[in-house]
């Protein structure tokens, strides 16, 4: 993720911002798949991921007039996702499976039993939402430290702490999964 | 600091499965996106609210469930987008079979309001002038005034009192139940949706008819075990008909007796607050998206909270926050606890009849990190959080969801 506004999405954004809904469509057209990925990995189930993608696109349109610019507008956009994650999530009771304050070299021994048996989806549902939104955000969506903090309301060394062991996690059910693949 | 990216780990994860949007996914957003935008105007927060959380109800199709929480804020701003000011006639009925009282009534989104007792047993006058934050009541040979009202609950603030009592019950029965279902009908000629949803009160239920034409809700029936348990209805309707400001004082009668109170609070810049009070304010560090702050109030000693059941200790060196959106209002509160902490209960509920107990919440963050509070979603109440931290009584109070009144109350820090 750069920055920098592509002149597309620029053009896009000042006409959103003057109550152009087609233009903001057209801006959320180039991260929707990316905004999917996110929210369905955090809430698991695809209509509250529209729900959530909802509330969050009627935000981000109405708060235009208040996006200053001083980051990307992809940053802003996830960062509104993020948020409205978050408020489901706490909604419905069950922000976090396994709470980030015990989730301690102790909960390594249960991921690794995770990891063993089940497959790279099923130890992504597995982590703590807070890990599983920084690998998500940084590697499967190509966002830097300072980007996803920004996202995540975290500071960038907390961000690359949390990536690591959310990739230590991971890393041991993909190479499990690759080793008991076919061919 | 450096970024690192794992390319392989990314690429996987970028192979599951990525649902696509349900079908109807993009007509529902640009509907959404097409409805125009909230205008920022302070209404009576029970009237509007209600009106808005019916109106929030409606929208949805025949058939399907009840208007999530965000519907309902949507709409809340939907609704009143253009109007300025709401008036008609205020029917009430307690009993089957019983009289009614009639009350006329203007609302206006400057926060004033006037209340018009109707008939040869109804003398009761009231206004409140939200510009001199004054109320008046006349009521045969009294005439009273109120100045130093507080911005918000629990302190004793400006009350549309008549309509409160048939309508905020209806905010707070919708906010603490789900289920409901919406039909179209014909009310008095006119097309109407009527809405059947439990209040969340057990054994309690409620049918809305609202005036599809303006949004407005006109009739309203409990029902309690399946009998009749009370009713409200509004006659000449009318949305946005001139209210002159010199509609929300009144003036006493020649042969009135006069009788002034003074609340104790004043309005203050929030650089002042701790001046007054002796401490440092609680702000809250996030508030729900479009909140702003309205008002910011102070009194050295204020009326005690609670009511007859379970009366607090007398309220001191009280700072009082207000912020809106719309219609939608907030007031995070701090008070001195006093030499005895344990004599505190509720603040804002007081031991009032409750359809559940309190919800007992672990405070996560900011000021309030590590303190236990209680979270209460009831239908007889404001929704609200409250906690004791410290020296300070802490009340949260406000048209919001679970979620956001607890991430308020985690987010306040020392101004």
């Known amino acids: 993720m750069t920055d920098e506004i592509p002149a597309t999405d620029e053009l896009r954004l000042a006409r959103a911002r003057r109550g152009d809904t087609d233009a903001f469509a057209a801006l959320l057209a180039a991260f929707d798949e990316s905004h999917r990925r996110l929210v369905f990995r955090l809430l698991g189930d695809r209509e509250r991921m529209d729900d959530v993608l909802q509330e969050a696109y009627v935000n981000a349109y109405r708060g235009l007039p208040r996006f200053a610019g001083r980051s990307a507008i992809g940053t802003w956009l996830y960062r509104i996702v993020y948020n409205a994650c978050l408020d489901e999530l706490r909604r419905a009771g069950r922000r976090r499976e396994v709470p980030l304050d015990e989730w301690r070299e102790g909960e390594g021994e249960r991921m690794e039993a995770v990891a063993q048996r089940l497959d790279l989806e099923a130890a992504l549902a ?52 690759q080793k008991g693949a076919p061919g | 600091m450096t970024t690192t990216h794992d390319h392989e780990l990314g690429a996987a994860l970028r192979g599951l499965e990525v ?95 006037r209340i018009t007792g109707l008939g040869r047993n109804n003398p009761t006058d009231v206004a409140y002038d939200a510009q001199g934050n004054v109320q008046y009541g006349s009521d045969l040979g009294l005439f009273t005034r109120y100045v130093g009202l507080a911005p918000g609950p629990p302190d004793s603030a400006s009350s549309a009192w008549v309509v409160q009592r048939g309508l905020s019950s209806v905010i707070a029965a919708l906010a603490a139940s789900s289920g409901g279902r919406v039909e179209q009908i014909d009310y008095h000629g006119r097309p109407a949706w009527l809405l059947r949803t439990p209040s969340g009160n057990p054994g309690e239920r ?42 929300f004082r009144l003036r006493p009668g020649k042969d009135q007796s006069r009788t002034s109170y003074d609340l104790g609070f ?20 996030w508030l729900p998206s479009g909140f702003e702050q309205d008002e910011v109030a102070v009194a050295n000693d204020s009326r005690p909270t609670g009511d007859e059941q379970h009366q607090n200790p007398l309220s001191r060196e009280v700072a009082s926050l207000h912020y809106r959106r719309g219609l939608d209002e907030l007031t995070i509160t701090t008070r001195l606890t006093g030499a005895d902490p344990s004599a505190w209960g509720d603040p804002v509920t007081g031991s009032s009849v409750r359809a559940g107990e309190p919800e007992r919440v672990s405070l996560g963050g900011g000021a309030l990190r590590g303190k236990m509070g209680e979270l209460v979603l009831d239908p007889n109440s404001v929704p609200h959080v409250w906690a004791i931290a410290g020296p300070l009584v802490v009340t949260i109070a406000g048209d919001l969801d679970r979620a956001e009144l607890l991430r308020v109350a985690e987010s306040l820090h020392a101004r």
């Open chain 1, 126 to 177: 597995a982590l703590p939402v807070e890990l599983r939104a920084v690998v998500l955000l940084i590697d499967a969506e190509g966002l830097t430290y300072h980007e996803a903090a920004d996202v995540l309301g975290l500071a960038p060394g907390t961000i690359a702490s949390r990536l690591n062991r959310a990739r230590g996690s991971l890393r041991e059910s993909l190479e499990l999964t």
């Open chain 2, 19 to 113: 649902p696509q949007h349900g079908p109807e996914f993009e007509a529902e957003l640009r509907r959404r996106l097409a409805q125009p935008p909230r205008r920022r105007r302070p209404w009576l927060v029970a009237v509007a609210a209600v009106l808005a959380v019916v109106v929030a109800s409606v929208v949805v199709p025949r058939g399907s469930g009840v208007a999530s929480a965000a519907q309902v804020r949507e709409a809340i701003g939907n609704a009143f987008a253009s109007a300025g000011t709401v008036s008609g006639i205020f029917v009430n009925r307690e009993q089957p079979g019983g009289g009614a009282s009639r009350w006329r009534f203007v609302l206006s989104s400057s926060g004033s309001f």
């Open chain 2, 206 to 247: 409620l049918r809305i008819t609202v005036d599809r034409e303006t949004g407005i809700p006109v009739h309203y029936i409990r029902l309690r075990n399946g009998r009749f348990a009370g009713e409200w209805r509004i006659d000449e309707l009318r949305v946005d008909a001139q209210a002159p400001a010199e509609r």
């Open chain 2, 266 to 285: 004043q309005r203050v810049p929030l650089a002042e607050v701790s001046a007054t009070v002796g401490y440092r304010p609680l702000v809250p560090g």
